[in-house]
């Protein structure tokens, strides 16, 4: 089950997430990169400290 940004306004123009399957493009939703339930929970953590630069909010 795939699951869009709830950041995004519209809900076409978005990134979306799998659970245990990857993340993938909106606009072209055949491709996604594959990605582990573990790689994931470890960009959230990254993310969430702030490791890109963003932080959380």
Known sequence: MWRKSSYSPDGDN????????????????????????????AFLDSARSGHFGGGTR
């Open 14 to 41: 978005c990134v979306e997430i799998g659970a245990g399957i990857g993340v993938r493009d909106s606009k072209a939703p055949v491709a996604h990169v594959p990605l582990s339930r573990q790689a994931w929970e």
